[in-house]
């Protein structure tokens, strides 16, 4: 319904403000560039209008008759939040929508936005109810289309009222970086699901999301990425679960809608108490999650954290001349291993065998002098390279000095029978994710190489426990 001249501009220059609580509809708003633009929207705020408009365009030619606004909430603290608008009208029948866009694609090659405007969740709520739709966002200023359309008989004015709640993401992991699977088969349920995956600030990584597994019939989801150590988060969801990102192309539906903006994800699932269990698996183990969305709401997402962590067994610091520190006189090694010595120009080199659960790891360093003493050294954190001696060292803070070792033939091992643990002797329990640092120091006696000092370094070593 149309306002008077008068209350739209009072509308226009009162009610539009930050300053206000109550920001009312402005004529014509039925499409999306029509739009009454709401700069600001917080908790406890409303908007308000009057209509008895269809959601959609009834015929060629035709635009959306109901209201549409375009709004922005407010910045709010960092971390997860869901938020929600709540609809009231004295006269029942209103529904309320959020808009996003149509998504074109092929499986296989993957899928593409349009211009098409689309529903991305509907409003719960029939009679007298209030009508509820919702959405998640992380630092506010999510930018959306929210549009209320009537009938006949909705004369009476609405009110939507904003609310947030936070979200705190359920942890699970930690996972070895590499090839990582995210699946909801074979989890004792038939949901139809719909997954992203987001980074350490809740932002969408592109390409990383599936509804339906690729080439099957399936309608439940199967995600494998090769992920880098970081923290990431999983949004899981029945379908439709829609954020700005488009299908990548090992999607079998890739015709799901969009959201107009970067920064909120919706479903437009109204289910409730839904199973969405889950696994997630990496080189060398799956954990099984249990899960459900729903929960006594809808539009629920359910929203997941983990850790992806160095791989088990890792080579890093390198006196090979590629790091930020070279070696002290221009004695480069070979690739991946310490800085030359006098008696062996590539340089010694630190590798590891065995499992970390049950510890069977033994450290073994090589390329030393034929007869030296060396001292395996194990640290709590790594630094990018400081000079030591004639190579560059690679353990940080808390070092604790594993064994001291005769190496025989220029090699050396620990822990040898009769020797602890290397857990043990470096507190490092199986386990418990701890990463220790390891680095073998050994003498060089020839005054001649590299001068003044006598004494060198291996490689570092990263062991993921």
């Given at each position: ?132 739709v919702s959405w998640y966002g992380s630092v506010g200023g999510e930018e959306l289309y ?320």
């Amino acid at each position: 319904m149309r306002l008077s001249p008068i209350a739209a501009c009072t509308a226009l220059l009162a009610t539009l403000s930050r300053g206000q609580t109550t920001f009312a509809e402005i004529e014509p708003h039925g499409e999306k560039s029509e739009a009454t633009s709401v700069v600001c929207l917080d908790d406890g705020d409303v908007l308000t209008g009057t209509t008895t408009g269809s959601l959609v365009a009834l015929g060629v030619g035709t635009s959306p008759t109901a209201d549409t606004f375009r709004v922005r909430t407010c910045t709010s603290a960092p971390g997860l939040h869901r938020r929600t608008l709540t609809l009231t009208s004295a006269s029942p029948g209103h529904t309320a929508t959020l808009r996003g866009l149509v998504q074109s694609g092929i499986p296989g090659v993957g899928g593409t936005a349009t211009t098409i405007d689309a529903t991305v969740a509907t409003s719960t709520g029939t009679g007298a109810a209030p009508r509820v739709v919702s959405w998640y966002g992380s630092v506010g200023g999510e930018e959306l289309y929210y549009r209320v359309g009537g009938g006949a008989t909705t004369t009476q004015a609405y009110f939507a009222t904003l609310s947030t709640s936070a979200v705190v993401p359920t942890t699970t992991g930690p996972f070895v970086a590499g090839s990582i699977t995210i699946s909801t088969e074979g989890q004792g349920h038939a949901t139809d699901t719909d997954l992203w995956l987001y980074d350490a600030n809740f932002a969408p990584i592109a390409l990383a999301g599936n509804d339906d597994v690729y080439v099957s019939t399936s309608v439940q989801s199967r995600l494998v990425r090769t992920l880098a150590p970081g923290t990431y988060h999983l949004a899981l969801s029945v379908f439709n679960l829609a954020n700005e990102q488009m299908s990548p192309a090992d999607e079998d539906f890739v015709q799901g809608n969009l959201c107009d903006f970067a920064g909120m994800t919706a479903s437009s699932s109204t289910l409730q108490n839904v199973d969405v269990s889950f696994a997630i698996s990496d080189a060398g183990h799956t954990v099984p999650v249990s899960a459900s969305v729903g929960v006594g709401e809808a539009h629920s997402v359910a929203w997941f954290r983990f850790e992806v962590l160095p791989p088990l067994f890792e080579s890093y610091c390198p006196g090979d001349g590629t790091q930020p520190q070279p070696g002290p006189c221009a004695n480069s090694g070979a690739s991946g291993r310490g800085c030359a010595n006098s008696v062996n120009a590539q340089g010694a080199q630190l590798t590891a065998t065995g499992t970390t659960n049950p510890d069977t790891v033994v450290l073994h360093a090589s390329g030393m002098p034929s007869l030296a003493y060396c001292l395996f050294l194990k640290g709590d954190a790594q630094t990018t390279g400081v000079l030591f001696g004639d190579g560059v060292r690679c353990v940080d803070g808390a070092l604790i000095r594993l064994r001291l070792k005769l190496s025989n033939a220029g090699a050396a091992a620990f822990p040898e029978v009769g020797d602890p643990l290397l857990s043990v002797r470096g507190a490092t329990p199986p386990g418990s994710a701890t990463i220790g640092y390891y680095q073998t120091y050994y003498r060089n006696a020839a005054a001649s190489f590299c001068p003044p000092e006598t004494f060198n370094v291996t490689n570092g070593w990263r062991i993921v426990w």
